[in-house]
């Protein structure tokens, strides 16, 4: 127990000054400086992508377009086609040159030689 009471009546040990605030304050600035970098940079990445974005978007609507011209293209082709293969013309050709038919007059004509 005399140790003890020697220990409380001796000399005080010497305090550390442990407050947070005087090392808070000399933290603060750099603290705020690399925080506003790293938002910068988050920021300026961020618009990067958005650029790569709109672009890749650009170049897919420009092949977009043309190849819908290229569409709108064969299509016209095909109805013109379309309207050729249904003429009377072709028709008559077709059933004449391919089917060796003959023209109703012809048939006539060819009937009354017989």
């Known amino acids: 127990m005399s140790s003890v009471v020697a220990k409380q009546t001796g000399y005080p040990l010497p305090q550390r000054d442990l407050s947070l605030k005087s090392r808070r304050r000399p933290l ?7 925080t506003g970098v790293l938002l910068i940079g988050i920021l300026f990445l961020s618009y990067i992508h ?4 709109a672009t890749s978007l650009s170049y897919k609507t420009h092949n977009a377009a043309l190849s819908l011209d290229q569409l709108e293209r064969e299509i016209q082709e095909y109805e013109l086609k379309a309207l050729e ?7 008559e050709g077709t059933a004449i040159d391919k089917l ?3 023209t109703p007059d012809t048939a006539l ?4 030689a017989k």
């Open 28 to 34: 603060k600035i750099p603290l705020l400086i690399v």
């Open 85 to 91: 293969l249904h003429s009377l013309e072709y028709i």
């Open 109 to 112: 004509l060819t009937s009354l």
């Open 50 to 53: 958005l650029l790569n974005k």
């Open 100 to 102: 060796e038919m003959i």
